[in-house]
C-alpha cells in the first residue's frame, strides 16, 4: 500500500472517530438532562470540539493533520528525520474532566506519523480522584480483552509502557490507575491500524459505560477538593511531562487545541 493511502484512510478513520465520541458525550449529557453540545473550532490543520455539560465539566476531541519541519534539536529524538527533517502527522485526541468526583477523568490518543519512516502511537488511560477498585478491574479487563485480540504481547507490554510513562517523578506516585500506552508502532501496517482503530472504539465503548454508570451518582463537596486537587496533578503531568503536549508544541500545533487538555478548574496545597 502507498504512503498516500495510508494517509487517507487514517484521516478518515480520525475524524470519523471525532463524531463517534462526540456523538457519545452527547448522548450522556441528553440522558442525564442536558441539551449542551459540542463547540466546533476548525483551524488551518483541523478541528478541536469542547464542550462543558452537565456531566463532562469540560471535555475536548480534537482531529489534526499538521505538516512541517521538526525544530532541529527536536528533530535528533524522532525517527526517521537524520536527513530530512520534514513530516506529516495526523490524529485525535480526546481529555474528558467530569463534573462529578465519582467519575474519573478519561484520556485516549491516538495517531499516525510520517518522517522518512512511519508509525503509529498512542493509547489511553484514567485518572480517579476516589478508589473504585471494580472500576479499575473492570477497565484493564476490557483493555487486556481487546489487546489479546490482536496479540497476547500487547496488554502486558503496553501496560507497563503506561505506568512508567504516566508517572509524576517529582510527586513519586502514578497519575491514576494505567491503561496502555504505544508509539514507534511500525511493524506490520495493515495490523497496526486495526488495532488502532479497535483502540478507539473501546475507549467510545469504555467512556459511554463508566460515565453512564456513575452520573447521576451523588457526591460531596469534600470529594470535590479530592477531584480539584488530583486535577493539579494532571496539570503538572501535562506540562512537564507530556510527549504530546511537547510534539504539539514543538510541530507547530495549536496552543488552544493542544492545552484543551488542561482542566476547568484545579487546586494546589
Avoid at 475524524?15 to 440522558?31: M, P
Avoid at 463532562?56 to 476531541?61: F, Y
Avoid at 479487563?141 to 489479546?148: A, G
Wanted: with cysteine; charged share 30%.
Amino acid at each position: 500500500m502507498k504512503i498516500k493511502e495510508k494517509k487517507n484512510l487514517t484521516k478518515r478513520w480520525f475524524k470519523e472517530l471525532q463524531n463517534i465520541i462526540c456523538d457519545t458525550i452527547e448522548t450522556l449529557e441528553k440522558e442525564h438532562g442536558s441539551n449542551i453540545k459540542f463547540k466546533k473550532n476548525k483551524w488551518k490543520h483541523g478541528e478541536y470540539r469542547t464542550i462543558y455539560g452537565k456531566v463532562i465539566e469540560k471535555g475536548g476531541v480534537a482531529y489534526s493533520n499538521v505538516v512541517g519541519k521538526f525544530p532541529k534539536e527536536f528533530a535528533k529524538k524522532i525517527p526517521g528525520t537524520k536527513n530530512n527533517i520534514n513530516f506529516w502527522s495526523s490524529g485525535i485526541s480526546v481529555v474528558i474532566h467530569p463534573v462529578s468526583p465519582k467519575i474519573p477523568a478519561m484520556h485516549f490518543n491516538t495517531r499516525f506519523i510520517c518522517t522518512q519512516k512511519n508509525w503509529f502511537g498512542g493509547g489511553m488511560d484514567v485518572t480517579p480522584c476516589l478508589v473504585d477498585n471494580k472500576e479499575k478491574r473492570y477497565f484493564h479487563n476490557k483493555l487486556k480483552k481487546m489487546c489479546d485480540f490482536h496479540s497476547k504481547k500487547y496488554y502486558p507490554k503496553y501496560k507497563k509502557w503506561c505506568d512508567k510513562y504516566f508517572y509524576l517523578p517529582h510527586r513519586n506516585e502514578a497519575r491514576g490507575i494505567g491503561g496502555i500506552f504505544f508509539d514507534y508502532k511500525m511493524d506490520d501496517w495493515e495490523k497496526d491500524f486495526l488495532f488502532v482503530k479497535d483502540v478507539g472504539t473501546t475507549f467510545a465503548y469504555l467512556l459511554k459505560t463508566i460515565v453512564g454508570k456513575k452520573m447521576f451518582f451523588k457526591w460531596k463537596k469534600k470529594e470535590k477538593e479530592i477531584q480539584l486537587l488530583k486535577r493539579g496533578r494532571y496539570v503538572e503531568f501535562n506540562l512537564l511531562y507530556d510527549r504530546g503536549t511537547k510534539f504539539g508544541l514543538n510541530s507547530g500545533g495549536n496552543p488552544k487545541a493542544i492545552l484543551m487538555s488542561m482542566p476547568p478548574t484545579a487546586k494546589w496545597k
